[in-house]
């Protein structure tokens, strides 16, 4: 299966429903263009020996390893993944993100849509990972050369398995881009334009 698309990066804030055994998902913003993702699953590997074999064995998913690269990262999104404040600007003041040493950062849905070509058929997959903790990113800021060089902002994460629903990924298969792009915005609580 060849892949030839990577696109919408998308988190939102996790709702619990009131007896604590669904989790929905609202508020999602989009992290600007998505150049990359690395997802790579996490396993508990253990063994146990008896007669000088293994007896039993363990190799459950413990969660995933995130790796995100995006053109840009939004100023109002990476306040809420990093657990900072977000200020909007004012007549008086710039748009302004505070961080500080007690900023936590919350668990958080991310989904985004990954296309793959297979016996010339293609197909768009949605996978949201349910519980993801994303990391400060490492920021580099060049001077202007001769030539311009862009740089742009690598993000990393973890994803757990779902502590209400003990799963870690959902992944979704549609025929068309547009039917992938309708799920994974409003399954993200994301509402259509015309609604809002």
Known sequence: ???????????????????????????????????????????????????????????????????????????????????????????????????????EAPEVAYGYIDGHKQNGKKKFRVRILPCVIFNQPAETSNTKGNTVAFTTPSLSGTAKVDPVTSEWKHDYFFDTAIAAIDFLKSTMGIQPAAAQ
């Open 1 to 103: 299966m060849a892949q030839f698309v990577a696109k919408l990066p998308i988190i939102a804030k996790r709702k619990i429903s009131e007896n604590g055994t669904t989790v929905t998902f609202e508020e999602g913003m989009i992290l600007a263009k998505m150049i990359s993702c690395t997802v790579t699953p996490t396993q508990s590997k253990v063994e146990l020996y008896g007669d000088d074999d293994v007896a039993e064995q363990d190799n459950s998913v413990t969660g995933a390893g995130i790796t995100l690269n995006t053109t840009h990262l939004p100023t109002k999104p990476a306040a809420f993944m990093f657990g900072s404040e977000y200020k909007e600007a004012t007549e008086k003041d710039p748009e302004q993100i505070i961080s500080k040493d007690s900023d």
